[in-house]
Nanobody
Framework: QVQLVESGGGLVQAGGSLRLSCTVS????????MGWYRQAPGKERELVATITWGGSTNYADSAKGRFAISRDNNENTVFLQMDSLKPEDTAVYYCNADLTLYDRGGVRRGRDYWGQGTQVTVSS
């Protein structure tokens, strides 16, 4: 069973910072990519940032210049450093993983694993 666990969310004043982390565990052969998505009340889930395990990154326009995604290869962990937070950043933030898993002596692709989410609230 693959498990993703997020941490680091909380309540912060506008202009403040938070650092989210997500650790994935299970019968993992390799991590292809991980990312952060968020969902605010009444809105659909949207991409915030992604990172391949080779280090290539992609950001939503709203995150560019304020957020930074990084990873720790040895600990199977991805981070999201969020600076200059705005009230519109308030949402539940979800971790996603694109994995290659061990399966019956071989491997298989598992592209859609999600964590339970961590709440980020930015007050004005």
């Amino acid at each position: 069973q693959v498990q993703l666990v997020e941490s680091g969310g909380g309540l912060v004043q506008a202009g403040g910072s938070l650092r989210l982390s997500c650790t994935v565990s299970g019968s993992i052969f390799s991590i292809n990519a991980m990312g952060w998505y968020r969902q605010a009340p009444g809105k659909e889930r949207e991409l915030v940032a992604t990172i391949t395990w080779g280090g290539s990154t992609n950001y939503a326009d709203s995150a560019k210049g304020r957020f930074a995604i990084s990873r720790d290869n040895n600990e199977n962990t991805v981070f999201l450093q969020m600076d200059s937070l705005k009230p519109e950043d308030t949402a539940v933030y979800y971790c996603n993983a694109d994995l290659t898993l061990y399966d019956r002596g071989g491997v298989r692709r598992g592209r859609d694993y999600w964590g339970q989410g961590t709440q980020v609230t930015v007050s004005s």
